[in-house]
Nanobody
């Protein structure tokens, strides 16, 4: 059974850093696209950063370019989201997602992903 578990969220001051983890079971993440999404209160879920199969293409939302980095650890079957220079507007529940269809594109819309984790809260506040 495919399962994604996010961790690493928390409360951080503006300018701080967090590293989110998305650990998978029941699927080999390296074979498939993986996305990080977030949803702030009262807002729609948005794609933050997505990586295609085999890590040849990466997408970043304009709002996080230069601050966030997505990466894989295939030995741990885990995808990470390193978040630096955090801003209050980064506050949201962060989700990882995957699909069991390969793609050469860094797909980054909700409809592309049928499998989701439970989410981890990130709060950026002084």
């Amino acid at each position: 059974q495919l399962q994604l578990v996010e961790s690493g969220g928390g409360l951080v001051q503006p300018g701080g850093s967090l590293k989110l983890s998305c650990a998978a079971s029941g699927v080999t993440l390296d074979y498939y696209p993986v996305g990080w999404f977030r949803q702030a209160p009262g807002k729609e879920r948005e794609g933050v950063s997505c990586i295609n199969s085999r890590t040849s293409r990466i997408y970043y939302a304009d709002s996080v370019k230069g601050r966030f980095t997505i990466s894989r650890d295939n030995a741990k079957n885990t995808v990470y989201l390193q978040m630096n220079s955090l801003k209050p507007e980064d506050t949201a529940v962060y989700y990882c997602a995957t699909r069991q269809i390969t793609s050469n594109q860094a797909l980054c819309t909700e409809a592309d992903y049928p499998y989701w984790g439970q989410g981890t809260q990130v709060t950026v506040s002084s």
